[in-house]
């Protein structure tokens, strides 16, 4: 079975644009959660979204927004970068929802370097 | 609100010895407790994870975890590393019921020859 699956695993993007960015969960997995991973703050929960419904947020501005869509893949898209914005985003899929005892299964990440 | 302490930003051991990371968690209630390694340039790999029942955890690749309530701690260890166990080890806690989960910051294992 593969695994979770992230594109593109690195960009490169300016200050003031906007980016997208994709998660393909492992097949049967419909809940994809959404982590984003700095030197400076280390690994913080951005949202998870299940059944194409967003289920948890974290604490991250409005910038920050997601989907999900039937097939259960996943998009995250930031707005408006700032530099602080460059961090590795690490996409997570599980079988269901209902909570930490179902293991999340990790993608490699996107690198996200804003100039 | 639930945060996770790894004292240990960076341990250095000898091929061959053994280990311990330390991982210390504050949560209202008993927490679901995760370690998890990173390779550079990979996502996070599950190496084990505790919800109840028998205090000591066995996992992948030789690791096992503790998980002490009163101290509230869930140190992991190996007995005896090998080198391409040098990587970036993240503990983690996570409510029951969602995906909200906090890590530390991680403590970097090298592995000296």
């Avoid at chain 1, 593109?8 to 003031?16: E, H, M, S």
């Avoid at chain 1, 974290?58 to 097939?71: A, E, K, M, Y």
Wanted: glycine content about 10%; some cysteine; charged content about 15%.
């Amino acid at each position: 079975k593969a695994g979770v699956t992230q594109t593109p695993r690195y960009l490169i993007k300016t200050r003031g644009q906007q980016v997208t960015l994709s998660c393909s969960p492992i097949s049967g997995h419909r809940s994809v959660s959404w982590y984003q991973q700095t030197p400076g703050q280390g690994l913080q929960f951005l949202f998870e979204y299940f059944s194409e419904t967003q289920r948890n947020k974290g604490n991250f501005p409005g910038r920050f927004s997601g989907r999900q869509f039937s097939n259960s893949r996943s998009e995250m898209n930031v707005s408006t970068l700032e530099l602080g914005d460059s961090a590795l985003y690490l996409c997570a899929s599980k079988t269901s929802s209902g909570g930490a005892a179902d293991t999340q299964y990790f993608g490699p990440g996107t690198r996200l370097t804003v100039l | 609100a639930q945060s996770v302490t790894q004292p240990d930003i960076h341990i250095t051991v000898s091929e061959g010895a053994s280990l311990e990371l330390r991982c210390n968690y504050s949560y209202g209630a008993t927490p679901y407790l995760f370690w998890y390694v990173q390779s550079p340039g990979q996502g996070l790999q599950l190496l084990l994870k505790y919800f109840s029942g028998d205090t000591l955890v066995q996992g992948i690749k030789g690791f096992e975890a503790e998980f002490k309530r009163s101290q509230s701690s869930f140190n992991l260890r190996k007995p005896s590393v090998h080198w391409s166990d040098a990587a970036e080890y993240f503990c983690a806690v996570a409510p029951y019921n969602n995906n909200d989960m906090r890590f530390g910051a991680g403590t970097r294992l090298t592995v000296k020859p």
